[in-house]
């Protein structure tokens, strides 16, 4: 090697004395190519046409908060059974300039009139269904006001010609890809108990491939929404709409709710793993502190000269995410209703402890649970060209939410209020179990699993990543983190990775097409379920390029990049 630069510079002086003009200018090309940073943006997202409208706002200058929005407004249109007007969400920002992270959490609250025993029977027995699809299940949908704060105060660009392609598609339809005329065909049943879900989301002999899904009162109210502004949601005709709604078929979503939804601004839960700094979400969430306390523990050990998905790497995997969904389960909430010991699960020195008690092979003592399943919820990741990142996922929590439609309006509402817990100790949609921090309250935010991340870099924004999947999403964002940070996979390579999930309770090993051998050595006394884990979009910034990736367990996923 030395031999052959010994041999480049003895050439390049003989260049330079034979045809010094070209080599002064071969040099200038140099030194103004390196000060000259390469252009680079990208979205990733569930949907082609979401992303492909992101991308179009970054390529006319919009910056990464504009994206965003507008890609939030798309998906409400053409992944109906995520994207939302009806649902809540947060969106974790890095402003470049500022060498600022924080985050809006617009997630549902707990209507004035919600209580805690609302969905248990005179004798304290759980009703089963009552929290998932009826008009009870919503909690005040956030979106809106999140995606108007976030333009308004972060973005460039005027909201209106953020919602206008959101208002064609729905207006003119899209076009239905097999999986969305098969997966609208499966909730057929849950459509049919609400008029206007039974009116667009069901046809006499089924969807097929190819089918145009025209949403009319879905773009009438995105029409309003944009020419009025939010107060167009909280208080307006859209407001009324809604509330009346409610209030006839025995709901307590009132106006007084929709009036007084309020955002919140969040510090969002940050730690060190390895020479990187990843950034989550904090409480309501419990994505941020189960991602950072499931990596101290691992920061133990050197991953990457394990073997990626050995019996000894996932063991180890296991037994850090069993803690982490103990914890979760005993100390997580709303923050603003019960003090969340975040400083002590984020810290180092417990994670240690928890690493101790691992290798001494001592595990959380157990309870039998039943588990029910499901998994929606969206996420984007969207990096513009002056180094801002957004992180966003919102959900209308189980598919299409509680599937009903407020008459008129064509929006889905959510069922989040089964992320409360309707009773300590009994499981929501995700098999997750509460104690009293997650109580129902009036007001209250319900617990999330939902994990927009930022990993930094020297202070850059290096992995942007999240993922639906109710409490898959952390372990599937860890596997992501791991995979990129401490393998150095790449994101293609990364996603094709099977996944696996362990949430302390129930005492279920889900795992993704793993060796039989293997997982008979992992399973021990665990009930086994395969079945595909969360649904990965990131955008990796290297420095000498970008990759942006969405995760094929889906299949109309987009991710563009732009590298000049
Ligand atoms: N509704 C799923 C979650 O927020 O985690």
């Known amino acids: 090697m030395v031999r052959g630069i010994l041999k480049i510079s003895q050439i390049s002086k003989i260049y330079i004395s034979k045809y010094p003009l070209i080599a002064f200018l071969l040099i200038l090309l140099f030194f103004y190519s390196s000060l000259v940073k390469a252009e680079s943006y990208a979205v990733a997202s569930r949907h082609h046409l979401a992303t492909d409208i992101g991308m179009k706002v970054l390529n006319e200058g919009g910056n990464a908060i504009d994206a965003a929005v507008a890609v939030a407004f798309a998906l409400a249109v053409v992944n109906p059974s995520a994207g939302n007007l009806g649902g809540g969400g947060f969106m974790l920002i890095h402003l470049a300039e500022k060498n600022e992270t924080f985050s809006i959490d617009y997630r549902e609250r707990a209507p004035i009139k919600s209580f805690e025993k609302m969905f248990q029977d005179k004798s304290g027995k759980v009703i089963k269904g009552l929290s998932l699809n009826s008009i009870l299940a919503s909690g ?69 491939e190819g089918d145009i899904l025209v949403q009319t009162n879905l773009a009438n109210t995105l029409e309003r929404i944009s020419q009025y502004g939010e107060e167009e949601f909280y208080s307006g005709e859209t407001a009324k709409k809604i509330s009346s709604f409610f209030q006839i078929n025995g709901g307590i979503l009132s106006l007084e709710d929709l009036n007084q939804y309020k955002l919140r601004i969040l510090k969002p839960v940050c730690g060190s793993y390895r020479y990187y700094v990843i950034c989550s979400m904090a409480p309501p969430s419990s994505g ?11 920061e133990n050990t050197d991953l990457g000269k394990l073997d990626h998905n050995s019996e000894e790497y996932l063991n180890l995997l296991i037994s850090a995410m069993d803690y982490a969904y103990k914890d979760r389960a005993e100390y997580l909430g709303d923050p603003d209703y019960s003090e ?75 069922n989040e209020m089964d992320d409360f817990s309707s009773k300590p100790g009994y499981p929501n949609a995700y098999g997750l179990v509460g104690s009293e921090a997650n109580k129902i309250e009036p007001k209250k935010t319900p617990l999330s699993s939902m994990s927009p991340v930022i990993v930094f870099l020297h202070k850059k924004p290096y992995l942007i990543t999240g993922s639906p999947g109710g409490s898959t999403i952390i372990t599937s964002v860890l596997q992501e983190i791991i995979n990129v940070l401490d393998f150095k996979m790449s994101l293609e390579e990364s996603s094709k990775k099977s996944r696996i999930h362990f949430q302390h309770l129930p005492d279920i090993l889900f795992h993704e097409q793993l060796d039989n051998s293997l997982i008979k050595s992992l399973k ?4 086994l379920i395969n079945r595909k884990l969360g649904e990965v979009h990131s955008i990796l910034l290297k420095k000498d390029g970008i990759e942006a990736f969405s995760d094929k367990r889906r299949p109309d996923g987009k991710a563009s990049s732009i590298y000049k």
């Open 524 to 527: 021990k006394d665990k009930k």
């Open 140 to 208: 005040v949908p956030g979106t809106v006001s999140g995606m108007f704060y976030a333009s308004e105060k972060y973005g460039t660009i005027n909201i209106k010609a953020l919602i206008s392609p959101s208002i064609e598609l729905a207006r003119k339809g899209f076009v239905l890809s097999e999986y969305q005329a098969k997966n609208l065909n499966k909730y057929k049943q849950k459509f049919s108990k609400n008029q206007e879900a039974k009116k667009i989301f069901t046809k006499p002999n089924g969807f097929s």
């Open 340 to 414: 969340v010991p975040k400083d002590i699960l984020t810290s180092k020195k417990y994670a240690d402890e928890i690493f101790k008690q691992i290798k001494e092979k001592k595990l959380p003592s157990k309870a039998k649970i039943n588990v029910f399943e499901g998994e929606e919820t969206t996420h984007f990741s969207i990096v513009d060209k002056w180094g801002n990142a957004v992180s966003n996922t919102y959900t209308l929590n189980t598919a299409y939410g509680s599937g009903i439609i407020p008459t008129g309006t064509g929006i889905l509402m959510n």
């Open 288 to 298: 941020g502190i189960a991602l950072i306390q499931i990596l101290n523990v691992l």
